[in-house]
């Protein structure tokens, strides 16, 4: 049985190594062991077990719904598949809304889930609760910019942060997660140059979705590369089957196209 240091297992250090080294980082959504299993094979650095799973697997129409039970769940079907890529997982809406809440759902998706860091989102409350989470010694990962789980607050899936205000407390808020011990933080929807100002101040690794090319990797929800709902698909993600003759072709051509930043191009990203 290999050892995980000879699988070389990507690790919060591994992922900061890759932004130091410049080498972008290429990571997708996953919920099951067989996906997990194409993803890592493919060189697939980290694997998000997302919310998401709420809309694109059990056909909900916000991400509102999912349940820590869920995440635990899905989280131990993709830990099964990913033997290299770093595990993420994503703590659903309301799972960290009071500190005691934060820290007993994120030590269950990682005790019974597996889950190598936690991702949370939202604005205010996400500072403290990243703070309490790093005392613990929890990785983390924090969410900024479009924030789904917010969707009846923001009222429509739009780009954040393109008026000077919201743009400069992003920016604060990026600042402001990292120093409470935030690993790794994620951008949604984005404008590229607000992205690329963020990425530049932060000394973590900083992941992009809808971010456009100039952070430190990208994430995209899987079911979307796959076209797996035709026409339903978001205006930064791109459809892999189009030229790929399998899903591990099309994975690997999203690894290939994020290593080498041609994805995104301005026609996945925002201005
Ligand atoms: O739940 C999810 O899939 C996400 C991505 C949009 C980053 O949070």
Known sequence: MSTQSEINKVSTLGLKRLKESGEKIAALTAYDAAFATVLDEAGIDLILVGDSLGMVVQGCATTIPVTVEEMIYHTQLVVRGAKRAM????????????????????????KEGGAEIVKLEWGALEIPMVSRLTDCGIPVCAHLGLTPQAIHKFGAYRVQGREHDTAKRMIDDAFVLEE???DVLLLECVPTQLAAQIRRNATVPVIGIGAGPEVDG???VLYDILDIWPGKRTRF???????????????????????????????FSFE
């Open 180 to 182: 409470a011990g935030a």
């Open 87 to 110: 595990v993420m997982a994503d703590m659903p809406f309301m799972s960290y809304s009071s500190a005691h809440d934060c820290l007993h759902n994120a030590a269950r998706l990682m």
């Open 237 to 267: 993600s791109k459809n892999y089957m189009a030229q790929a003759r399998s899903i591990q072709g099309a994975i690997e051509a999203y690894v290939k196209e994020v290593k080498a930043v041609s994805f995104p191009s301005a026609e």
């Open 218 to 220: 990208q994430i995209l």
